[in-house]
């Protein structure tokens, strides 16, 4: 079973930029599907952005232009890089794998706080 760590998340304020890092303790390459989704507080958890084995992204209307999610096959890490934060954007974070199968992991999760 893969493990996927998080990290990245912190405190910014609104227009801000972070940058999150997901590790994967195996080739991300076996996955069909990497995503991240976050959870705000209060609510249910959501799907952010994909990107699938062929590099293909798509990514949440609200997110749409600010956001990008991209990997790095060689480190076997999926990266969100978030621009021009919002409060809206508070949440909890996570990475998901998504094998060929329809098996998914999950990673602990990052918290970003978007705040003055």
């Known amino acids: 079973q893969v493990q996927l760590m998080e990290s990245g998340g912190g405190l910014v304020p609104p227009g801000g930029s972070l940058r999150l890092s997901c590790a994967a303790s195996t080739t991300i390459t076996k996955f069909e599907v990497m995503a991240w989704y976050r959870q705000p507080p209060g609510k249910q958890r959501e799907l952010v952005a994909t990107?699938?084995?062929?590099?293909?992204?798509n990514y949440r209307d609200s997110v749409k232009g600010r956001f990008t999610i991209s990997r790095d096959t060689a480190e076997d890490t999926v990266y969100l890089q978030m621009d021009s934060l919002k409060p809206d954007d508070t949440a909890v974070y996570y990475c998901?794998?998504?094998?060929?199968?329809?098996?998914?992991?999950w990673g602990q999760g990052t918290q970003v706080t978007v705040s003055s």
């Open positions: 990107i699938t084995t062929s590099g293909s992204t």
């Open positions: 998901q794998s998504q094998a060929f199968g329809g098996y998914t992991s």
